[in-house]
T-cell receptor
Framework: DTEVTQTPKHLVMGMTNKKSLKCEQH?????MYWYKQKAKKPPELMFV???????INESVPSRFSPECPNSSLLNLHLHALQPEDSALYLC????????????????FGAGTRLSVL | DAKTTQPTSMDCAEGRAANLPCNHS???????VYWYRQIHSQGPQYIIH???NNETNEMASLIITEDRKSSTLILPHATLRDTAVYYC?????????????FGAGTTVTVRA
């Protein structure tokens, strides 16, 4: 099973709303990632969790708040977003770097398409 | 901080080999090259990766030049289902962890 499940698939929210994106994997991976992808652009890394600890924050605004409650789950809490935050949000998981050198293949979910009105 | 450059687009005939070039002239000695593809409205899918030796798997072959400044992804027999955006990626060190630095991607269209 190489599946990463993201919910919801689509989300529309207002600028004053609070919402959360969820990501789940059961591959035993201890590294999980959030990416943001704008239309016709490559994915851009937002956060990396390794062994349930935040290891990379790519200077993401505080209106995005990640959470890794256990090794299988990754959440992204959203608050006071702007219309320019509308994008496809991708989650990925892998074995952490350094465990199987060179074979840290990231498996991606299908994404949550977010629209901020 | 993308470290790769790729052609914007290319066409390929069904059943023929597709050769996708990538330049990564600033790559460091311990940075791996990865290739992923993204079919419309799906998440990126892993294809292959390598450090300095050529690699082959059931999907593709990866040819890395001896100086490691460029590589070529080869899809041996392209099918219509191979139509996608192909990303050449370098794994770079960031703080105390690694990240995949995506290039802009090549849109590959396979034509019947």
């Amino acid at each position: 099973d190489t599946e990463v499940t993201q919910t919801p698939k689509h989300l529309v929210m207002g600028m004053t709303n609070k919402k959360s994106l969820k990501c789940e994997q059961h591959m035993g991976h201890r590294a999980m990632y959030w990416y943001k992808q704008k239309a016709k652009k490559p994915p851009e890394l937002m956060f990396v969790y390794s062994y349930e600890k935040l290891s990379i924050n790519e200077s993401v605004p505080s209106r995005f708040s990640p959470e890794c409650p256990n090794s299988s789950l990754l959440n992204l809490h959203l608050h006071a977003l702007q219309p320019e935050d509308s994008a496809l949000y991708l989650c990925a998981s892998s074995h952490p770097w350094g465990t199987s050198e060179g074979s840290n293949i990231q498996y991606f979910g299908a994404g949550t398409r977010l629209s901020v009105l | 901080d993308a470290k790769t450059t790729q052609p914007t687009s290319m066409d390929c005939a069904e059943g023929r080999a597709a050769n996708l070039p990538c330049n990564h002239s600033t790559i460091s000695g311990n940075e791996y090259v990865y290739w992923y593809r993204q079919i419309h409205s799906q998440g990126p899918q892993y294809i292959i990766h390598g450090l300095k030796n050529n690699e082959t798997n059931e999907m593709a072959s990866l040819i890395i030049t001896e100086d490691r400044k460029s590589s070529t992804l080869i899809l041996p027999h392209a099918t219509l289902r191979d139509t996608a955006v192909y990303y050449c990626i370098v794994r770079v060190l960031r703080s105390n962890d690694y990240k995949l630095s995506f290039g802009a991607g090549t849109t590959v269209t396979v034509r019947a």
